[in-house]
């Protein structure tokens, strides 16, 4: 599975990596939030090195749908029904910041993006209430929204209510990271890609470890997602989600003439699951296609339908609405949602203010992902607090209030129930097990632990289905084919690479039949 966005880029440029080196500031992650950072700090002056585990945008940000608004699904009527209209207007206030520099930057560097109007609407006449809670917290955050009916807007999709709001843009994130790292290459920027960091430590300077050795900082910024130390517990803070989307052409008709606008739907039931769309061009051939997305659940619980049928259901329901439509690249992307709903951002617990984080975008990491490195540069310069934007002040001091804390019990609840259920369901199945057909994956019980038995590519791998991260047993999902944790959103692939997640490690690799288990024992003898 492969973006549209990620589909025939080439690999940016690394530099060769220097055991030792010593820069003012050293950014782990190259999405948007770690690259953004990185070229902000450059611009001031500084020594900046961006080290990523993968490649460019290889995650959340290669991944997005691409829409850059402050409309944001049923985001802020969520965060006003926990919070203050204060903070409400603060989180605008940052996404605006983000969204106007992200543009801005676009406009410098020849980024191409297209202005739309941004739609938050319901598929049903059950979904109107969920429009309306939109619609006033939108107005209460001060944004120019208004509402419409299927009768003022002819789609040929389900369209019952929704709230407008002009002037938002869509546009391709990879095109600006390519720009990113152009800019900060250009400014004396070191870029290392397949650098995993293994750990920090908040010394002085700060020392980030990687299999290919040590850098050194004045700060570190872990840019990764969710942060990749336990430090804070901000794994328990957050929750893993991961969205799915496909991209088509119409063979029969302009995707711009029967989707006018970004659409995402809220209000939706567990059974009809959400809906998200948009058009894009195709930055090989320059083919307008049709974007469609949704179907977002919690990492490693899928629930009744399994990864793989929430893509066939998107497919079905553009077949649907959309006759004739050639599908060309299917994807999936990972994101964190933050228990009290607003993203964290700035100094980690006991980093000695020398190391940051930024984690909780919510899907929204195109706004809210700029909005956090504006707010990094800030408080990593030292930029005088009354200098600084309203917002910052706001959401550095905000509150946890009773629902925050009932909506992480919950979670943790969710957690605790899964890790049980996962160690009671490996016990159903004993090691050997019958070879997975291609593309499956099975966990079964060796000598009292969980063992992954997966076919992809015709190999047939056997690893701990234990995830490295904190004990919970991965789930297998058949749509990326990759192993899930469902406690706290690690993954890795059939053969136990890790992807993403709080876990630092790879999965062990485990002999799969007797015979490779006498070999392994035979191995093990010979050693010295």
């Known amino acids: 599975m492969t973006s549209l966005w990620l589909d025939g880029r080439t690999a940016a440029p690394s530099t060769p990596f220097v055991d030792g080196a010593v820069y003012d500031d050293v950014i782990v992650g190259a999405g948007l939030t770690g690259l953004t950072t990185a070229v902000m700090l450059a611009r001031a002056g500084r020594r900046v090195v961006v080290l ?3 490649g460019i945008g290889a995650l959340a940000t ?3 749908t691409g829409k850059v608004s402050l409309l ?12 203050s209209r204060r903070l409400l207007r603060a989180y605008v206030e940052s996404n605006r910041d983000g969204q106007e520099w992200l543009l801005g930057f676009a406009d410098e560097s020849g980024v191409p993006y297209e202005q739309r109007t941004a739609y938050s609407y319901s598929q049903h006449d059950g979904g109107a209430s ?3 809670d939109e619609y006033r917290a939108a107005r209460q955050a001060g944004l120019d929204v208004s509402l419409v009916s299927g009768r003022d807007l002819e789609t040929t999709f ?6 407008a709001l002009p002037g938002q843009a869509q546009l391709d994130a990879m095109d600006v990271l390519e720009a990113l790292v152009r800019e ?22 700060v020392r980030v470890t990687t299999p290919l050795g040590a850098v050194f900082g004045r700060t570190a910024v872990l840019a990764t997602a969710t942060p990749i130390l336990d430090r804070g517990l901000y794994f328990a803070k957050t929750t893993g989600l991961r969205s799915y989307a496909l991209a088509f052409e119409l063979p029969d008709a302009r995707p711009a003439d029967l989707v006018d606008g970004m659409f995402l739907s809220v209000g939706d039931s567990a059974e009809s699951g959400s809906r998200s769309l948009r058009t894009a061009t195709r930055a090989t051939d320059g083919q307008e296609l049709l974007v469609v997305g949704g179907n977002g659940h919690t990492v490693g619980r899928p629930g009744a339908k399994s990864e793989a049928e929430r893509l066939d259901q998107l497919r079905a329901w553009t077949g649907l609405f959309f006759p004739g439509a050639v599908e060309t690249n299917a994807w999936s992307a990972q994101d964190y949602e933050s228990h009290n709903l607003i993203p964290f951002v700035g100094a980690l617990p006991r980093g000695r203010g020398r190391v940051y984080l930024a984690t909780g975008y919510a899907k929204w ?3 809210n992902g700029v909005a956090a490195a504006l707010r990094l540069r800030s408080e990593i310069l030292g930029e005088p607090r009354r200098e600084r934007a309203h917002w910052h002040r706001v959401l550095g001091t905000r509150v946890t209030r009773p629902a925050d804390l009932g909506k992480g019990a919950v979670a943790g609840a969710e957690v605790g129930a899964e890790a049980v259920a996962g160690w009671w369901q490996a016990e159903t199945r004993v090691v050997p097990v019958p070879r997975p057909a291609e593309g499956a994956g099975v966990v079964a019980r060796s000598k009292g632990r969980p063992v992954g038995v997966s076919t992809v590519g015709g190999t047939t791998c056997a690893v701990s289905a234990v995830c490295p991260h904190l004990g919970g047993v991965l789930e297998w999902n058949d749509a990326e084919r990759s192993w899930d944790c469902p406690l706290h959103a690690s993954r ?4 136990g690479t890790r992807i993403e997640g709080p876990a630092l490690s790879d999965l062990e690799q485990l002999p799969r039949t007797p015979a490779e288990r006498r070999a392994a024992r035979r191995t093990a003898r010979t050693r010295p």
């Open 158 to 163: 389900p369209f019952a209510f929704g709230v």
């Open 184 to 205: 900060f290459l250009a400014l004396g920027g070191v870029l290392h890609t397949g650098a995993r960091v293994t750990s920090v430590r908040a010394s002085k300077p």
């Open 52 to 54: 990523e585990a993968l």
């Open 365 to 367: 990491g195109l706004t």
């Open 72 to 83: 944001q699904g049923s985001r802020l009527s969520t965060i006003r029904s926990h919070h």
């Open 62 to 64: 290669g991944n997005t």
């Open 130 to 132: 969920a429009v309306d």
């Open 492 to 495: 890795f692939t059939a053969s």
